[in-house]
């Protein structure tokens, strides 16, 4: 099958089906404030946001407030995540990041990129996240494992890095869209293009595609 080259024209007509497939997506983390967002979204690395959700109303009952996190013992709130694996690594992020923002930003989440990312366990995709999420604030384009395979499956990109996949995408999709662009592309990549198998005879971009592993 001839790889279909990205032109402006495609781009908007990939982002048109995305508007119209999915017009009102949003995060699937259940979050009520940034804060709950960045441990949310600390807490989904490596485990699914649906185990996240039915981890963090207990978390954020027995932890109202980012000094509670502050505190807390490693062991205790490791114990706590457990069931979000990674525990112990992600007790000493949360942690970390409750002090930090406690002790250099005010007590408030900073919402600039460059800030954020001084955060214990906010690289660059859960800056964005929370960025976009919580404040609507565009600053990049999250790159999760769904947007890593789709961006490539629909030859948005030839990169394999998520850095370097972000920087191709910036340059293509209006900054207007970046933030549901994400979203978006995370919907379609559970329900859809999945990594095994993809949906491809429902899929409303298939006249668009021409992936390798495109199902015929
Ligand atoms: S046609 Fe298949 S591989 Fe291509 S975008 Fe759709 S689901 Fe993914």
């Given at each position: 099958?001839?790889?279909?080259?990205?032109?402006?024209?495609?781009?908007?007509?990939?982002?048109?089906?995305?508007?119209?497939?999915?017009?009102?997506?949003?995060?699937?983390?259940?979050?009520s404030?940034?804060?709950e967002?960045?441990?949310?979204?600390?807490l989904?690395?490596?485990?699914?946001?649906?185990?996240?959700?039915?981890?963090?109303?207990?978390?954020?009952?027995?932890?109202?407030?980012?000094?509670?996190?502050?505190?807390?013992?490693?062991?205790?709130?490791?114990?706590?995540?457990?069931?979000?694996?990674?525990?112990?690594?992600?007790?000493?992020?949360?942690?970390?990041?409750?002090?930090?923002?406690?002790?250099?930003?005010?007590?408030?989440?900073?919402?600039?990129?460059?800030?954020?990312?001084?955060?214990?366990?906010?690289?660059?995709?859960?800056?964005?996240v929370?960025?976009?999420?919580?404040?609507?604030?565009?600053?990049?384009?999250?790159?999760?494992?769904?947007?890593?395979?789709?961006?490539?499956?629909?030859?948005?990109?030839?990169?394999?890095?998520?850095?370097?996949?972000?920087?191709?995408?910036?340059?293509?999709?209006?900054?207007?869209?970046?933030?549901?662009?994400?979203?978006?592309?995370?919907?379609?990549?559970?329900?859809?293009?999945?990594?095994?198998?993809?949906?491809?005879?429902?899929?409303?971009?298939?006249?668009?595609?021409?992936?390798?592993?495109?199902?015929?």
């Amino acid at each position: 099958m001839a790889i279909k080259k990205n032109t402006p024209a495609r781009t908007a007509e990939i982002l048109r089906i995305l508007n119209e497939t999915y017009p009102n997506v949003e995060c699937a983390l259940h979050h009520s404030n940034a804060w709950e967002l960045l441990v949310a979204t600390i807490l989904s690395a490596q485990c699914t946001d649906v185990r996240v959700n039915m981890v963090t109303p207990g978390l954020f009952a027995k932890y109202p407030t980012i000094q509670d996190f502050a505190t807390v013992r490693q062991e205790v709130l490791a114990n706590d995540i457990r069931s979000t694996g990674f525990f112990n690594n992600k007790a000493k992020s949360v942690i970390g990041a409750a002090n930090k923002i406690l002790n250099d930003f005010g007590g408030k989440i900073p919402q600039t990129l460059e800030e954020l990312i001084t955060v214990p366990g906010a690289a660059r995709k859960t800056a964005n996240v929370v960025l976009g999420t919580a404040f609507g604030i565009a600053s990049g384009i999250v790159v999760d494992t769904h947007v890593q395979r789709i961006a490539n499956r629909l030859n948005l990109t030839k990169n394999a890095d998520p850095v370097k996949i972000e920087q191709d995408l910036v340059k293509i999709i209006p900054r207007d869209h970046w933030i549901q662009f994400s979203h978006q592309l995370i919907h379609f990549g559970r329900g859809i293009c999945v990594a095994r198998k993809p949906k491809c005879a429902e899929c409303p971009m298939n006249s668009l595609c021409s992936a390798p592993d495109k199902i015929a």
